[in-house]
């Protein structure tokens, strides 16, 4: 059996995207702000068709490819009240 292919950060936000159950538009703009660049709406339900296919061979993702992409809390900043 082969390994399953990692999500790339634009197919992981669409996934985790399409997960809230969002309209469309609302989806695109998500994914927008997540990943900081502009992702129209032809991109968007492109990307989702490859995870969907990605799915559909291998099942449901588990985790994340790059653990630079998910948000890390912030550190105490010196000075501020905790």
Same mark, same amino acid.
């Given at each position: 059996?082969?390994?399953?292919? =990692?999500?790339?950060?634009? $197919?992981?936000?669409?996934?985790?995207?399409? +997960? =809230?159950? =969002?309209?469309?538009?609302?989806?695109?703009?998500?994914?927008? +702000?997540?990943?900081?660049?502009?992702?129209?709406? +032809?991109?968007?339900?492109?990307?989702?068709?490859?995870?969907?296919?990605?799915?559909? $061979?291998?099942?449901?993702?588990?985790?994340?490819?790059?653990?630079?992409?998910?948000?890390?809390?912030?550190?105490? +900043?010196?000075?501020?009240?905790?």
């Amino acid at each position: 059996m082969s390994t399953p292919p =990692l999500l790339s950060p634009l $197919q992981r936000a669409v996934y985790e995207t399409d +997960q =809230l159950g =969002l309209n469309l538009r609302d989806s695109v703009r998500l994914v927008t +702000q997540k990943l900081g660049f502009f992702v129209g709406q +032809q991109r968007y339900l492109a990307e989702r068709k490859r995870v969907e296919a990605i799915i559909a $061979q291998y099942g449901t993702p588990i985790g994340g490819g790059d653990p630079d992409d998910h948000a890390r809390s912030t550190p105490h +900043q010196i000075g501020s009240a905790s």
